[in-house]
C-alpha cells in the first residue's frame, strides 16, 4: 500500500475538510449518503444508543450477549482510545486496514471536496462498510446528541435505548436536562420501541412526551425492568420473569444499571438465556475502571493497584467515587488530566472524599487539554490535596515513592485513556 493511501494520512486530510470539529446539522450527511447509494437503507436490523453515560459499555453488553447467542454484530463506537479501527467492528471483527482504507477513499471521493466534518464523513464510511458486510445486527452509537448526529440517518431501526441522561457538551446540546433530553430523544422513531435506563424526571418527561408523539413503546427502567445487586449477584425483573446473574464483569455498580439496559434490550430481541449470561459475563469495554498490568507505568510501580477509567463528566465522577468506596480499603492517589471543554469542577467534586491526594497532568498532544495547573487549582477549590507533574511517569513514580502498593487511578478524558492504552493496554 502506498504512504499517500493509509487510513491515516486519508484521515488527516478529511479533518481539513470543515473547519469545526463539531456542527450539528443532517445535511452534509445525506447528501454523501445520497452519492453512495445509501448505505443506511441496506444495513442489518440497527439498535441505536444516545445518552450521556454508559452508551459504550451498554453497547458492548449487548454486542456480547448477541454473540453468546450465536448472532454476528457490527458495531460503531467513538471515540476511539488507541487506534482509529476500533471504531469500527464488521461481523465481530475489527476492520481491518485495507478495508478502513479503501471505504475511507471512495467516501472521500464522493464527497468531491465538499464541506463535510471528521464524524459525519467516518460515520458514512462506517455506514459503507456495514451494508456491505454481511451480519445479523448493526449497533450504532451516537457521537454527540441524538437528533442532528451523523448516526441518526436509519429511518426504522430495531429498536432504540437511552442511558442515563445528565449535564454533557452544553454548548452544543443545550443548558438544561430538558434540552439536553430532547436532542437525546431525537433518536426516537414513530412506532420504534425504546429501552430507557434510569432517569432524572426532568429528562424522563421530555422522553415520555417525545414517546407519546412518535407512538413509540417505552421499556423503561423502574416501571417495565429492575436491575439490582443481591447477595452479590445481579437480579433482572420484567414482565416476563426474573433473571438471577452474576454481577457483570465490567466494575462499578453503575454497570448494573447498564447491564439492566442492555438485558432488556436482549429480552425485547429474544436472544435467548445464553444471551443475558453472555451479556453480563463477556463484555469488553476498554478505559471503564480497567487494571493495568503490563507496560511501562506498569513497571514504574509494580507493587500498585493501577487503574484506568476515561470518564469525564460529573455524573462519572459521582459513578466512580461510589465505586472507589466499594473497594477494599487502601491509600488511593488519582492522576488526573482533562478537556477544557469539561466541567471539571464537577467532575472533581464527588472524588474528592475518596483520594489522599490528586496529581495533575496535561494530556499529552492534545490541543483541548486542561493546563495541569488549572487542574491541580480547580481539584484544591474541589476539597483534593493537589500537585502537578509534567508526566504520568513523572506523576505514577512520586506516588509510588511515597506509598509502593498504593491504589492509583488515572482519570479525567478519554484521550488521556487512549494515550496510556497506546502503550499500557
Known amino acids: 500500500m502506498s504512504k499517500d493511501k493509509t487510513s491515516d494520512v486519508i484521515l488527516d486530510r478529511m479533518m481539513a475538510l470543515h473547519p469545526k470539529v463539531i456542527d450539528l446539522v443532517l445535511d452534509r450527511v445525506w447528501r454523501l449518503l445520497a452519492a453512495l447509494d445509501h448505505p443506511e437503507q441496506k444495513l442489518p436490523p440497527v439498535i441505536h444508543l444516545a445518552g450521556t453515560n454508559g452508551k459504550g459499555s451498554t453497547q458492548a453488553m449487548i454486542r456480547a450477549g448477541l454473540e453468546g447467542a450465536g448472532k454476528t454484530v457490527h458495531a460503531y463506537t467513538s471515540p476511539h482510545l488507541a487506534r482509529f479501527h476500533e471504531r469500527i467492528r464488521l461481523a465481530g471483527t475489527l476492520i481491518t486496514e485495507e478495508h478502513l482504507t479503501a471505504v475511507l477513499d471512495e467516501c472521500y471521493a464522493a464527497n468531491s471536496g465538499e464541506t463535510i466534518t471528521y464524524f459525519e464523513i467516518t460515520t458514512c464510511a462506517a455506514l459503507l462498510a456495514m451494508a456491505r458486510t454481511p451480519a445479523d445486527y448493526t449497533l450504532l452509537e451516537t457521537g454527540l446528541g441524538g437528533r442532528l448526529d451523523a448516526t441518526n440517518v436509519v429511518d426504522k431501526p430495531a429498536l432504540t435505548i437511552l442511558t442515563p441522561i445528565s449535564m454533557d457538551h452544553e454548548a452544543f446540546l443545550g443548558d438544561t436536562l430538558a434540552k439536553i433530553a430532547g436532542e437525546k430523544a431525537g433518536i426516537l422513531k414513530r412506532g420504534v420501541p425504546c429501552v430507557v435506563g434510569p432517569q432524572p424526571d ?163 498532544g492534545e490541543a483541548n487539554t486542561l493546563p495541569a495547573s488549572e487542574t491541580a487549582r480547580m481539584a484544591q477549590e474541589t476539597g483534593h490535596t493537589a500537585h502537578q507533574a509534567g508526566s504520568l511517569a513523572d506523576a505514577l513514580q512520586a506516588i509510588a515513592a511515597q506509598d509502593p502498593r498504593a491504589r492509583v487511578l488515572i482519570c479525567g478524558s478519554l484521550y488521556l485513556a487512549g494515550n496510556v492504552l497506546r502503550e499500557n493496554g
Request: proline letters at 7%; a negative charge.
Open 202 to 364: 426532568e429528562a424522563m418527561e421530555v422522553i415520555e412526551a417525545r414517546a407519546q408523539a412518535l407512538g413509540a413503546p417505552l421499556i423503561a427502567h423502574g416501571q417495565h425492568w429492575h436491575a439490582f445487586e443481591e447477595r452479590g449477584r445481579m437480579v433482572y425483573q420484567d414482565e416476563t420473569g426474573l433473571l438471577d446473574l452474576p454481577l457483570p464483569n465490567l466494575p462499578g455498580g453503575h454497570q448494573i444499571e447498564n447491564a439492566g439496559a442492555a438485558l432488556a434490550a436482549l429480552r425485547h430481541l429474544q436472544a435467548g438465556e445464553a444471551a443475558c449470561d453472555a451479556a453480563v459475563t463477556q463484555a469488553v469495554w476498554p478505559a471503564r475502571m480497567q487494571r493495568l498490568k503490563h507496560g511501562p507505568l506498569f513497571d514504574i510501580a509494580p507493587e500498585a493497584e493501577l487503574w484506568l477509567d476515561g470518564g469525564h463528566n460529573p455524573a462519572a465522577g459521582e459513578a466512580l467515587a461510589r465505586h472507589l468506596a466499594r473497594l477494599p480499603q487502601r491509600p488511593t492517589h488519582l492522576i488526573c488530566g482533562m478537556l477544557n471543554t469539561k466541567d471539571a469542577r464537577g467532575f472533581l467534586r464527588p472524588l474528592a472524599a475518596q483520594a489522599q491526594s490528586l496529581t495533575a497532568v496535561s494530556i499529552p
